[in-house]
């Protein structure tokens, strides 16, 4: 199936610092695009892939599951390792989780965390229900596209492959096991009005990370998809300055461009 207009991969050769971005769960690289763009026009080596089974059909997702979500954003941040001397990593949501999972498993090679509103777990009965209900029913309503901004929408799928739902679930367990594993300086932005994710899962990472350099910031004027949302220039420039902090060179090789 072709790639949804808007749902592409965006990857951009910049400076010797890196930054992997990961989208989240049924939705794309749309959501995450602008903040890519910002980050490439001060410098930066961006890689914003496009995960297995998104950004085509709700069908094509039925036949993926955590493992072939992570597996693609392992292999872009070994190559962002090959490429540049500092690579962070950086979520929405799902993405969240899978960027707290290669800090957690590649240890120095992840100079920083960066998560937006991120997932930690599949809430309400109807989690206790996937392992069944999944071979009974193929999809329930989906979740994109809760951005309080009027113009602004995201590109995802309507509809939730249970199969993948249930993958979700078990990949959350996964990571919520080690956290404790995750010792980078960490920038956590939430919104406190999310209808997708609650702040208890942001504030269950918080506990359970190992990360002495901890900020977090909170997004009054968002919903979920913050990134696309009122405070998305706050995101790309806390983001911004997060890396600066950690990674001096940011901003000053010549290639910024705009802001």
């Known amino acids: 199936m072709p ?25 794309s690289p749309q959501s995450l695009r602008p903040w890519a763009e910002y980050l490439a026009g001060h410098g930066l080596t961006v890689s914003l892939p496009l995960l297995p089974g998104h950004g085509t059909r709700w069908q094509d997702m039925q036949v993926t599951g955590w493992q072939d979500w992570y597996a693609e954003v392992d292999r872009e941040l070994r190559v962002l390792g090959e490429r540049c001397a500092q690579v962070f990593v950086a979520g929405l949501s799902m993405g969240g989780a899978l960027a707290l999972r290669l800090a957690a498993k590649h240890g120095d090679a992840v100079s920083g965390v960066v998560v937006v509103n991120p997932a930690n777990k599949v809430h309400g009965l109807s989690a206790y229900a996937l392992p069944v209900a999944r071979h009974l029913v193929r999809t329930t309503k989906g979740i994109a596209s809760d951005i309080a901004k009027e113009d602004s929408a995201e590109l995802g799928y309507d509809r939730v492959p249970l199969h993948s739902a249930h993958s979700l679930r078990t990949f959350f367990r996964l990571v919520d096991g080690e956290l404790a ?79």
């Open 3 to 27: 790639v949804l207009p808007g749902a592409e991969p965006f990857r951009h050769e910049g400076g010797e610092v890196g930054v992997l971005l990961c989208h989240g769960f049924t939705g």
């Open 181 to 259: 594993q995750v010792t980078q300086p960490l920038l956590l932005l939430r919104s406190p009005r999310d209808h997708v994710v609650p702040p208890a899962d942001s504030a269950r990472i918080l506990g359970r990370v190992s990360s002495v350099d901890v900020t977090e910031i909170l997004l009054e004027q968002s919903y979920h998809v913050a990134t696309l949302d009122h405070d998305a220039d706050r995101i790309f420039g806390e983001s911004l300055a997060f890396i600066g902090r950690i990674a001096p060179s940011v901003g000053k090789e010549g290639t910024a461009a705009g802001g």
